[in-house]
């Protein structure tokens, strides 16, 4: 039993032993390796993902820890691979032993209510720890289970579930494969909609492997010059939601030749600037933008459907703080743009290729600075969509911001759907205190809804750094 506070709220749980889901049926003892892009030093950790569900009264009488216990292992019968463990062989290649011990399971309840959290339900959460707690010894990526989960009962008939997943096993697309699979065997099916597909072989490097695109994520670079050490122990999370009007505020300052790009390049420009004056590095400083890319589409012919492996790229954008802050918006925004539009089948093959020459290096990120920042939109894998039972979830997605191999340089686009009804996105920062001050004041600058002259779009904020 532990106590926790959350805004306002305290929180105490009690969890029951924490436990070993098995499969409900014998599964084979096989070695399943990784492909050349999962077993990369920068997947190499865990990540969390959190799932509020409300009181549905067509399901009362039912029990959430159990439902959700035995649906899990009705679905590990076709992803076996998660009850496994991992085991590194030669060259750091990393190879599931498909053991069947299982995934670890964690009863638990709380004392409160969904409606105790609040309205808006959005990271950071302050109890996480006590709603996934991190059993001892069951957190490295070697030798431990691959998910661990625990389904925590509300006073008021919902429950929270949360996971964590070691990376190295899936991306957010396939998480959301498994997560589905698991809803749809609590809602009573024999077998997932959408069959389990491993196949990891198709993201394993050519022979001879041959670098064939620029990864510049990839580059070894010495400690940087600059004046800007951080200090990682003074870290702040925060969210922030960006719905049609923020958005609208925001494309004000986008020039007509790029008035058709997303929403996500929009504040992926916006906001990579806003933090760089926010951290107040020197203006020759190499600063750095990366986007993780979903790879799926990109293949010809495409992966298999059900494929659940890591499918993605991490390409960059690279310019100097001076240049990203005295230049116009459509110059952060054009090297946005061009980092993603790099992501192509040959770049993924490439990708594979470096990871086995190079002995799978993680992407590179000075580790005294926070001028390296990487940017995920999730707000397609469909995390909110999953249904045990109990309906779609009022918040599903990433728990936190700042997760990765080094603390606070990741940020989650994730869907979201404030108080007021408003869809948008809400995006977790994690800072440190004096820098997220200058964010966040940086932030309302832009979002004011005062009149832009022609001059002041195409100057911008220039002269604010």
């Given amino acids: 039993m532990a106590g926790a506070t959350t805004s306002s709220l305290v929180l105490t749980v009690r969890r029951c032993k924490p436990e070993l889901v098995a499969p409900a049926k014998p599964t084979p003892h096989e070695f399943k390796q990784l492909s050349d892009i999962d077993d990369q030093e920068g997947f190499r950790f865990q990540i969390p993902v959190i799932q509020f569900y409300r009181y549905n009264p067509s399901m009362h009488g039912k029990d959430p820890v159990k439902v959700m216990r035995e649906a899990l292992a009705q679905t590990l019968v076709f992803y076996y691979p998660f009850a496994g463990r991992l085991r590194e062989g030669p060259g750091r290649k990393l190879v599931v032993e498909c053991t069947g011990e299982g995934v670890m399971f964690i009863e638990a309840d709380a004392d409160v209510t969904l409606?105790?959290?609040?309205?808006?339900?959005?990271p950071p959460f302050l109890c996480l720890e006590e709603l996934l707690f991190d059993v001892p010894g069951s957190g490295e990526v070697l030798n431990c289970p691959l998910l661990l989960i625990q389904?925590?009962?509300?006073?008021?008939?919902?429950?929270?579930?949360t996971l964590r997943l070691n990376h190295t096993m899936s991306d957010a697309a396939g998480l959301v494969q498994f997560m589905t699979a698991v809803g749809e065997m609590a809602r009573g099916a024999r077998s997932p909609y959408i069959l389990p597909v491993w196949q990891r072989h198709l993201l394993n490097a050519r022979d001879p492997p041959s670098v064939t695109c620029t990864h510049?994520?990839?580059?070894?670079?010495?400690?940087?010059?600059?004046?800007?050490?951080?200090?990682?122990?003074?870290?702040?999370?925060?969210?922030?939601?960006?719905?049609p009007t923020e958005v609208s505020?925001?494309?004000r300052f986008v020039p007509r030749h790029l008035s058709q790009c997303s929403t996500f390049e929009v504040l992926t420009a916006c906001l990579w600037r806003c933090r760089i004056i926010a951290l107040?590095?020197?203006?020759?400083?190499?600063?750095?933008?990366?986007?993780?890319?979903?790879?799926?589409?990109?293949?010809?012919?495409?992966?298999?459907?059900?494929?659940?492996?890591?499918?993605f790229a991490f390409p960059v954008?690279?310019?100097?703080?001076?240049?990203?802050?005295?230049?116009?918006?459509?110059?952060?925004?054009?090297?946005?743009?061009?980092?993603?539009?790099?992501?192509?089948?040959?770049?993924?093959r490439s990708l594979a290729d470096l990871m086995v020459i190079r002995g799978r290096p993680c992407i590179t990120i000075v580790r005294s600075y926070l001028v390296s920042y990487v940017v995920s939109d999730v707000t397609r894998a469909g995390f909110g969509e999953v249904d045990f039972g109990w309906g779609k979830a009022a918040y599903g997605g990433p728990a936190k911001g700042g997760v990765g191999v080094i603390p606070g340089v990741t940020s989650f686009y994730i869907p979201y759907k404030n108080s007021e009804g408003e869809d948008g996105i809400v995006l977790p920062i994690c800072l440190p205190a004096p820098a997220m001050k200058r964010f966040t004041e940086e932030l309302d600058y832009l979002l004011t809804?005062?009149?832009?002259?022609?001059h002041q779009k195409s100057a911008l904020i220039g002269s604010r750094m």
């Fill in 249 to 251: 505020a925001l494309r």
């Fill in 317 to 348: 954008a690279v310019t100097t703080a001076g240049k990203l802050c005295e230049n116009p918006l459509d110059y952060a925004l054009e090297l946005v743009k061009k980092a993603k539009n790099d992501v192509t089948e040959e770049y993924m």
């Fill in 115 to 122: 409606q105790q959290f609040g309205d808006d339900l959005q």
């Fill in 280 to 311: 107040e590095p020197d203006r020759d400083e190499e600063v750095h933008i990366i986007c993780a890319v979903n790879a799926r589409a990109k293949f010809n012919p495409p992966l298999p459907t059900g494929y659940y492996g890591n499918c």
């Fill in 216 to 243: 510049r994520e990839y580059e070894e670079v010495a400690e940087t010059k600059g004046t800007t050490i951080i200090p990682l122990d003074d870290m702040v999370h925060r969210s922030f939601f960006f719905g």
């Fill in 449 to 454: 809804n005062k009149p832009i002259s022609d």
């Fill in 151 to 161: 389904v925590t009962r509300l006073k008021c008939g919902g429950f929270i579930f």
